[in-house]
């Protein structure tokens, strides 16, 4: 005897019930199958062919559903008799197995294992599943999505709505939303109008923020006979030891063929729960016996933000309903949020963007060709962000857009250095957009290039880079700007002068704050060593016999005019300042002198140093060569540090002195003693070469005589 829906014995032919004889039809063909497996016509039996070899047996509403409908009897039926097996397949292949243990005693046998717990638990399981979420022991999963090309984080919950607080049913504040799954079952003596009230009261106290419920409709009390089964299964095949302990009472034969029938069971109770899950859920219409009448639930989606509305479209199923409701309240949360065709997680491409975006200002007409590549790219994110317009051929600055909108605010509220946290506030007021940081850190960037702003951090120039977020507490500053020539002239001399370039030459607020730090850290490393400099110079000029007017001494106090000058300065000060400069000698001449200060002032402040040649000087008519290399070093002291690097020359000559003033060793025996010693100090071409002529002629007479001693040739300057 067969119980589907009701009392069926196979063979009843003379059953009066229509559906009666529907189904015996069905279950004699399956049974044929089952006896002659090999019969081509019935090897591998389908749904559809088993409503085929029954043709007019099924009788539906609309024609060419007669499939539809006997796999979902099928599927019944498997639900209840583990002998009846379905396939996953869309048109699935249906098998009557005649061999087989009675299982309702097993069943008995474990009915321990069935409660309320353990229902909640095996259909939380069966709903993230479906849901196409990885199944967790918690009630709760992070459920990150991508919506409109940005990153949205949110939490899943499956839990009993009416034991929930309302701090349970509120969403984070640090999540975009929330999605509330009910099930579709209670305790006794509840339903789903108990929800219903729960979240009601929720809302009329001040709702719990972006958080949707999705209430189900109550399984009936047969349906709920089969998840309380299906639960016993699961437990009983939760592993070997558990199965063993439930089928230990069989013989050893029928243990192994008992599990294959558990399975079955199992798998078709789980798929039969499934298929009325989109029934109580309001994806599917309600097959009868499947939902309790008089616990149905006509609004399925509750919205718990007072004044809110979702309109979802229908999913057709659990596995896609993620996909409709979250982007729903996704788009109920931020109906202004831009439509990006990218995400703006590229650094290399936000760059890009801030670049056109300054060309577009820079711009006489503010408007910028661009390809049809170009104008999708700026379509897909500065246009959407409210700050340009684009036509078929050209990008133009929004006059009436949202960067217009963020200075009004700004001079209604008579700031003059708004914090980029005041501007962050006014660029989404009412939280109507929801942009992410990335997003709202390209818009500061192009506010503060439009209006000629610049970002400041406790009085330094803060200097914004793509992936990192700017600080609440840094500062739009607008410093006034210096006019176009001189900002060129500024710039090449600083370069020449400092050795500094900034790497973008264009003029607004934003270069001159990082010009005006360039120049305070520059004068910070060298204006100290640029001013001593002058003095010592001065003493060692003395010390030589150099004119007070040398270049050398001419491009030092010419640096040091120039630090002093720009100390203090602001950016359009220092740009003024620079502009307006004349170096003594050259601007690389004094970028050179700036350059060495330092290292030069450690060679001319050595004492030393500067006392090998003192006694040099007292003792240079004696010996031999020290003219020449006193020469030397006032030629050095003369000559731009361009020209001749003083550190490494005067140190080199030091150490030359300290040798002529050693006092020669007495020669050893056999090696002889100083025959001739000639000075060839400031002598000419003529007389010199006489000089060597003779020198050369006694070598070869004496050819026994050894050389020592150095010549050097000097030019002089004009």
Same mark, same amino acid.
């Given at each position: 005897?067969?119980?589907?829906?009701?009392?069926?014995?196979?063979?009843?032919?003379?059953?009066?019930?229509?559906?009666?004889?529907?189904?015996?039809?069905?279950?004699?063909?399956?049974?044929?199958?089952?006896?002659?497996?090999?019969?081509?016509?019935?090897?591998?039996?389908?749904?559809?062919?088993?409503?085929?070899?029954?043709?007019?047996?099924?009788?539906?509403?609309?024609?060419?559903?007669?499939?539809?409908?006997?796999?979902?009897?099928?599927?019944?039926?498997?639900?209840?008799?583990?002998?009846?097996?379905?396939?996953?397949?869309?048109?699935?292949?249906?098998?009557?197995?005649?061999?087989?243990?009675?299982?309702?005693?097993?069943?008995?046998?474990?009915?321990?294992?069935?409660?309320?717990?353990?229902?909640?638990?095996?259909?939380?399981?069966?709903?993230?599943?479906?849901?196409?979420?990885?199944?967790?022991?918690?009630?709760?999963?992070?459920?990150?999505?991508?919506?409109?090309?940005?990153?949205?984080?949110?939490?899943?919950?499956?839990?009993?709505?009416?034991?929930?607080?309302?701090?349970?049913?509120?969403?984070?504040?640090?999540?975009?939303?929330?999605?509330?799954?009910?099930?579709?079952?209670?305790?006794?003596?509840?339903?789903?109008?108990?929800?219903?009230?729960?979240?009601?009261?929720?809302?009329?106290?001040?709702?719990?923020?972006?958080?949707?419920?999705?209430?189900?409709?109550?399984?009936?009390?047969?349906?709920?006979?089969?998840?309380?089964?299906?639960?016993?299964?699961?437990?009983?095949?939760?592993?070997?030891?558990?199965?063993?302990?439930?089928?230990?009472?069989?013989?050893?034969?029928?243990?192994?063929?008992?599990?294959?029938?558990?399975?079955?069971?199992?798998?078709?109770?789980?798929?039969?729960?499934?298929?009325?899950?989109?029934?109580?859920?309001?994806?599917?219409?309600?097959?009868?016996?499947?939902?309790?009448?008089?616990?149905?639930?006509?609004?399925?989606?509750?919205?718990?933000?007072?004044?809110?509305?979702?309109?979802?479209?229908?999913?057709?199923?659990?596995?896609?309903?993620?996909?409709?409701?979250?982007?729903?309240?996704?788009?109920?949360?931020?109906?202004?949020?831009?439509?990006?065709?990218?995400?703006?997680?590229?650094?290399?491409?936000?760059?890009?963007?801030?670049?056109?975006?300054?060309?577009?200002?820079?711009?006489?007409?503010?408007?910028?060709?661009?390809?049809?590549?170009?104008?999708?790219?700026?379509?897909?994110?500065?246009?959407?962000?409210?700050?340009?317009?684009?036509?078929?051929?050209?990008?133009?600055?929004?006059?009436?857009?949202?960067?217009?909108?963020?200075?009004?605010?700004?001079?209604?509220?008579?700031?003059?250095?708004?914090?980029?946290?005041?501007?962050?506030?006014?660029?989404?007021?009412?939280?109507?957009?929801?942009?992410?940081?990335?997003?709202?850190?390209?818009?500061?960037?192009?506010?503060?290039?439009?209006?000629?702003?610049?970002?400041?951090?406790?009085?330094?120039?803060?200097?914004?880079?793509?992936?990192?977020?700017?600080?609440?507490?840094?500062?739009?500053?607008?410093?006034?700007?210096?006019?176009?020539?001189?900002?060129?002239?500024?710039?090449?001399?600083?370069?020449?002068?400092?050795?500094?370039?900034?790497?973008?030459?264009?003029?607004?607020?934003?270069?001159?704050?990082?010009?005006?730090?360039?120049?305070?850290?520059?004068?910070?490393?060298?204006?100290?060593?640029?001013?001593?400099?002058?003095?010592?110079?001065?003493?060692? $000029?003395?010390?030589? %016999?150099? +004119?007070?007017?040398?270049? #050398?001494?001419? @491009?030092? =106090?010419?640096? /040091?005019? !120039?630090?002093?000058?720009?100390?203090?300065?602001?950016?359009?000060?220092?740009?003024?300042?620079?502009?307006?400069?004349?170096?003594?000698?050259?601007?690389?001449?004094?970028?050179?002198?700036?350059?060495?200060?330092?290292?030069?002032?450690?060679?001319?402040?050595?004492?030393?140093?500067?006392?090998?040649?003192?006694?040099?000087?007292?003792?240079? $008519?004696?010996?031999? %060569?020290? +003219?020449?290399?006193?020469? #030397?070093?006032? @030629?050095? =002291?003369?000559? /731009?540090? !361009?020209?001749?690097?003083?550190?490494?020359?005067?140190?080199?000559?030091?150490?030359?002195?300290?040798?002529?003033?050693?006092?020669?060793?007495?020669?050893?025996?056999?090696?002889?003693?100083?025959?001739?010693?000639?000075?060839?100090?400031?002598?000419?071409?003529?007389?010199?070469?006489?000089?060597?002529?003779?020198?050369?002629?006694?070598?070869?007479?004496?050819?026994?005589?050894?050389?020592?001693?150095?010549?050097?040739?000097?030019?002089?300057?004009?």
């Amino acid at each position: 005897r067969f119980r589907p829906e009701h009392p069926v014995k196979l063979g009843c032919a003379n059953c009066p019930e229509t559906q009666c004889r529907s189904d015996n039809r069905l279950l004699k063909t399956l049974l044929i199958a089952a006896l002659v497996p090999e019969v081509k016509a019935l090897k591998d039996l389908t749904a559809s062919r088993l409503v085929a070899l029954n043709h007019g047996s099924i009788r539906v509403p609309i024609a060419g559903t007669e499939s539809q409908q006997a796999v979902q009897k099928l599927k019944r039926w498997a639900s209840e008799l583990s002998q009846i097996q379905v396939g996953p397949q869309n048109d699935p292949i249906v098998r009557l197995q005649l061999e087989g243990v009675d299982l309702s005693d097993i069943l008995k046998r474990a009915s321990e294992l069935d409660s309320l717990p353990a229902r909640q638990s095996v259909l939380r399981t069966l709903l993230f599943q479906s849901l196409g979420i990885d199944p967790v022991h918690d009630m709760s999963k992070e459920h990150p999505i991508e919506w409109r090309s940005t990153k949205r984080r949110g939490h899943v919950v499956f839990t009993n709505v009416r034991r929930c607080s309302v701090d349970q049913l509120r969403c984070a504040e640090e999540h975009d939303f929330r999605f509330i799954v009910d099930y579709p079952f209670d305790e006794p003596g509840f339903g789903p109008h108990h929800d219903e009230q729960l979240l009601d009261d929720v809302n009329e106290k001040g709702g719990a923020g972006w958080t949707l419920v999705w209430l189900p409709s109550f399984f009936s009390s047969a349906t709920n006979n089969v998840l309380g089964e299906l639960t016993i299964l699961d437990r009983i095949l939760e592993s070997p030891l558990s199965t063993q302990r439930y089928t230990s009472h069989l013989a050893v034969d029928q243990q192994a063929r008992v599990r294959t029938d558990l399975e079955n069971l199992r798998n078709a109770k789980r798929s039969r729960i499934e298929q009325v899950l989109n029934q109580a859920y309001g994806l599917a219409k309600a097959q009868e016996g499947d939902l309790d009448p008089g616990m149905n639930v006509e609004r399925h989606l509750v919205l718990l933000k007072p004044g809110g509305s979702v309109k979802p479209g229908q999913a057709s199923a659990l596995s896609n309903a993620l996909d409709v409701y979250l982007p729903a309240l996704l788009e109920a949360r931020y109906p202004r949020h831009p439509h990006f065709t990218k995400a703006l997680n590229s650094k290399k491409r936000v760059e890009e963007l801030l670049a056109t975006f300054g060309q577009l200002v820079d711009s006489d007409d503010k408007q910028l060709p661009g390809d049809r590549a170009q104008l999708e790219e700026w379509r897909g994110t500065l246009e959407q962000l409210g700050i340009v317009r684009i036509t078929e051929r050209a990008l133009f600055l929004s006059e009436a857009g949202l960067l217009h909108a963020l200075e009004n605010r700004r001079r209604q509220q008579e700031l003059d250095k708004p914090s980029v946290r005041q501007v962050r506030s006014w660029i989404d007021e009412h939280g109507r957009m929801g942009l992410e940081g990335p997003a709202e850190d390209l818009i500061l960037r192009c506010y503060a290039r439009l209006f000629a702003r610049t970002f400041v951090a406790y009085d330094r120039a803060y200097e914004p880079k793509a992936g990192v977020t700017i600080p609440d507490d840094v500062m739009l500053e607008q410093p006034p700007l210096p006019l176009q020539d001189e900002w060129q002239k500024a710039l090449a001399l600083a370069a020449a002068t400092l050795g500094k370039t900034l790497p973008g030459k264009a003029l607004h607020a934003d270069n001159l704050k990082r010009f005006e730090q360039l120049i305070k850290d520059e004068l910070q490393t060298k204006a100290a060593a640029a001013a001593r400099l002058p003095a010592l110079l001065n003493e060692w $000029a003395s010390d030589h %016999g150099v +004119d007070a007017h040398a270049d #050398r001494l001419r @491009s030092a =106090l010419s640096a /040091d005019a !120039l630090c002093a000058q720009l100390a203090g300065k602001t950016g359009k000060q220092a740009v003024e300042t620079l502009a307006s400069f004349s170096a003594e000698t050259s601007a690389k001449a004094l970028g050179q002198s700036l350059a060495t200060a330092s290292a030069n002032l450690q060679v001319l402040g050595d004492t030393l140093v500067r006392g090998a040649f003192q006694q040099l000087r007292a003792r240079a $008519a004696e010996l031999a %060569g020290a +003219d020449e290399l006193l020469a #030397r070093v006032q @030629s050095t =002291l003369r000559q /731009d540090e !361009l020209v001749v690097a003083l550190g490494e020359r005067v140190r080199n000559a030091a150490v030359e002195a300290q040798n002529l003033l050693r006092p020669a060793p007495p020669p050893a025996r056999g090696q002889g003693h100083r025959v001739r010693s000639e000075a060839l100090q400031g002598l000419d071409a003529k007389v010199a070469v006489s000089k060597l002529r003779d020198l050369a002629a006694q070598l070869e007479r004496e050819p026994t005589l050894r050389v020592q001693g150095t010549v050097e040739l000097w030019q002089e300057e004009p």
